[in-house]
């Protein structure tokens, strides 16, 4: 089928657009999967229906016309000949069958998950961008800092600079021409700016303290007067009055699932689906308007305004680029104003004419291999229902979910972006277009794939125990997981007690130590000796006696002793692991790659590792004097050797099975060798048959070990 594929698109005569050819590959292969997972099964169920419900008398004749084809004696000798080559690789130790069965099951587990491992992997390259990176880079460092035309939001430390700030930067710097059309950036003119910008403000009733705020949800009056009076006006002023009403939203379960997060701030964190929002409007002669408005009525005050969110969406057309930007101010109890800036871009336009041909059939590659490991899972769970029990089975399982969620996800994440997309067509100048939600899921859908590679890579880890590395380190975190947990518990205990002490000492003096996690996390890094961040004065806010201790503690104590207490706990268990893998190394079993050299013989003789083979060279010596010659070095190699090491006799067993192997492989050889000489006497000597000069009448003695259909045909005489 893909040779035809390929004939038609070369030799048709006709070129089709790069879009149009892509629709048609996807749409062949989509239709082809369709009928090998859907209407196959539904044609053997409907056939199995007809064959239970009507069964059928089903006459088999077996003929065999020996006639048909004829073979001779050379026929019968090469064929010989290579049964005996065959067997001659199988040797005693290729005879044991539970071992054989399970190389064979690990051989395609290999399969089916090394190319699910790997395909994942190219899955997960052409689905990173490298642009990404630079563009959120470049747009957090120029929203950031200040430019010749624009006012950084680092630089804002009062609540009036925060009107500076959407002024210069956000009004009039993405509105050049003064048209409403007109939204494309200052700084960076291939950036688009989509709908318009979102204010939102979050109030607390009571002054911050100790305990968590209670954040204002009553509606108010402008200049946040009550009580509230609902005007016969308002539907017609609207905009006038909604910034004094907090944030209204309809309960949906995307808005449950996606928007009910937190925004990590320097103080506290803040809600997303809270607070009082007050939209700009497109032009910048509108805009500059309500700000004005919100200015004169005092929308933010520094008495109960706790944070303010600056959200907007930025699109880039050359690059697909959609940048979603959400600025955070601040206003703390001292009263200045702390800002942060998060900016993440993603690609959501991703539509087949976008997408290149190696991601196109890169994911057509892993559509396929989980069909395949789902057909596999079922299979196997249909046939033997008891196996869901097995461990690793149930982590097939959680496989099988992850790769469903994942499918869910991007299908709500094109239909969000569709949405979306629509809005933005119908959409006038005073529409926010909230980018969130499709936002949320990409970033689902990048930790469902990470998920994916750690669950898929410990799932490859149970198949690749037939290496010995594989397998000793297994049973070393086996034998020594009881002392290094004990060992890790320790370490936890004292970088908690350490972390507590630091942050209630030095914690109002370094930004790292201000929050409890936080400070346990730069004490462990700065016990693994990544210093460039945490220096060692910062311990010493609280005096140098107590600065001593908590360095002293922290760098010999954890970094020193605990740490070496725990590697050392590690390599004396994985020698001892590599004690016992050396002691039991004198069983007679194959290995892997023996299992494979004989399971996939032919095959490689057919891809052309027999020419890679050592050749024989006489070196002007004959076969004899290169055999005593070769006796000879391995007898000088193995005095050499006996001298310097003491080696481990064998012991009987072992001897017997050695001696029983050698008479296997003399045998073998004598074998070849014997239907060798025959069939060079038959090819020398013989006429074309291979039936040699005046043997007809031995010969039915001479053929009673060959089977009846290499045998001559025989002609009565009437």
């Known amino acids: 089928m893909l040779a035809s594929f390929v004939l038609i698109a070369l030799f048709t005569g006709f070129q089709h657009e790069t879009k149009k050819f892509k629709t048609m590959v996807v749409t062949i292969v989509l239709v082809l999967l369709f009928q090998f997972i859907i209407i196959d099964p539904i044609k053997f169920i409907v056939l199995s229906i007809d064959s239970a419900t009507w069964p059928k008398k089903h006459i088999v004749n077996y003929r065999t016309d020996m006639t048909k084809e004829k073979y001779n004696h050379l026929d019968y000798l090469r064929t010989r000949l290579k049964s005996l080559k065959s067997q001659l690789m199988i040797t005693i130790e290729h005879r044991n069958e539970k071992l054989n069965e399970r190389y064979s099951h690990i051989m395609k587990d290999l399969r089916l998950y090394g190319t699910y491992f790997l395909v994942l992997l190219m899955v997960i390259i052409v689905h990173q961008d490298p642009l990404l990176y630079y563009n959120t880079n470049a747009v957090r460092t120029l929203l950031s800092y200040n430019t010749t035309s624009s006012l950084g939001l680092k630089e804002i430390r009062y609540m009036e600079q925060v009107y500076d700030f959407i002024e210069l930067t956000l009004i009039k710097g993405f509105n050049r021409s003064r048209r409403a059309q007109d939204t494309g950036w200052l700084q960076i003119p291939q950036m688009k700016r989509l709908g318009v910008i979102r204010l939102r403000q979050l109030r607390h009733i009571d002054n911050i303290g100790a305990y968590d705020p209670r954040w204002d949800y009553s509606h108010n009056m402008p200049e946040w007067k009550k009580p509230f009076i609902r005007l016969h006006y308002e539907d017609k002023y609207w905009r006038i009055y909604e910034p004094w009403r907090p944030l209204q939203h309809t309960p949906s379960l995307e808005d449950g ?380 190699v193995r005095s050499k050797s006996s001298s310097i090491v003491v080696e481990k006799k064998p012991s009987d067993e072992e001897l017997r099975f050695q001696y029983r192997r050698r008479i296997e492989l003399l045998l073998g050889l004598s074998a070849i060798l014997t239907v060798q000489v025959e069939l060079i006497e038959r090819m020398m000597l013989g006429d074309k048959n291979g039936n040699l000069p005046g043997s007809s009448g031995s010969s039915d003695s001479s053929d009673s070990d060959i089977p009846d259909m290499y045998r001559k045909s025989k002609t009565s005489k009437v």
């Open 257 to 636: 699932l996606l928007l009910r997060f937190n925004h990590y701030g320097h103080d506290m964190d803040y809600p997303e689906l809270a607070g009082y929002v007050a939209l700009l409007s497109a032009g910048p002669h509108n805009s500059l308007k309500v700000l004005r408005f919100l200015k004169r009525y005092n929308w933010m005050d520094l008495r109960n305004t706790s944070a303010l969110f600056i959200d907007f969406t930025m699109f880039n057309v050359d690059s697909n680029i959609f940048t979603i930007c959400t600025l955070l101010v601040e206003n703390t109890n001292f009263g200045l104003q702390l800002t942060r800036a998060s900016v993440q871009s993603t690609k959501l336009l991703e539509s087949l004419d976008q997408m290149s041909h190696s991601k196109i059939i890169v994911m057509l590659l892993y559509l396929i291999i989980v069909i395949q490991f789902c057909r596999s899972l079922v299979v196997k769970l249909w046939y033997n229902r008891g196996a869901i029990k097995k461990a690793w089975n149930k982590v097939d399982v959680v496989i099988f979910i992850l790769n469903i969620i994942l499918l869910s996800l991007i299908v709500l994440r094109v239909w969000e972006v569709a949405k979306l997309l629509k809005m933005l067509k119908e959409s006038t100048t005073r529409d926010y277009l909230n980018f969130q939600r499709p936002m949320r899921l990409y970033q689902l859908i990048n930790i469902i794939m990470g998920f994916l590679v750690c669950i898929t890579t410990l799932r490859l880890w149970k198949v690749l125990q037939f290496a010995s590395v594989f397998s000793v380190f297994t049973k070393t975190l086996y034998m020594a997981w009881p002392a290094v947990a004990s060992t890790a518990l320790i370490i936890i205990i004292f970088l908690m007690g350490l972390g507590m002490a630091v942050a209630i000492i030095n914690g109002n003096h370094n930004e790292y130590f201000q929050k409890l996690l936080k400070c346990i996390i730069a004490c462990l890094c700065f016990a693994f000796g990544f210093s460039s961040e945490v220096h060692p004065k910062d311990m010493f806010h609280g005096g140098k006696t107590l600065g001593i201790v908590l360095y002293l503690v922290l760098v010999f104590i954890i970094a020193v002793v605990l740490m070496n207490v725990f590697a050392a706990l590690i390599f004396s268990y994985f020698e001892n692991a590599e004690q016992d893998r050396k002691e039991n190394k004198g069983d007679s079993r194959i290995n892997f790659l023996q299992f494979l050299r004989v399971e996939y013989a032919h095959a490689l003789a057919l891809c052309g590792c027999r020419y890679l083979r050592r050749k024989y060279r006489p070196h002007g010596r004959t076969v004899r004097e290169n055999i005593a010659w070769a006796m000879y070095r391995q007898e000088l």
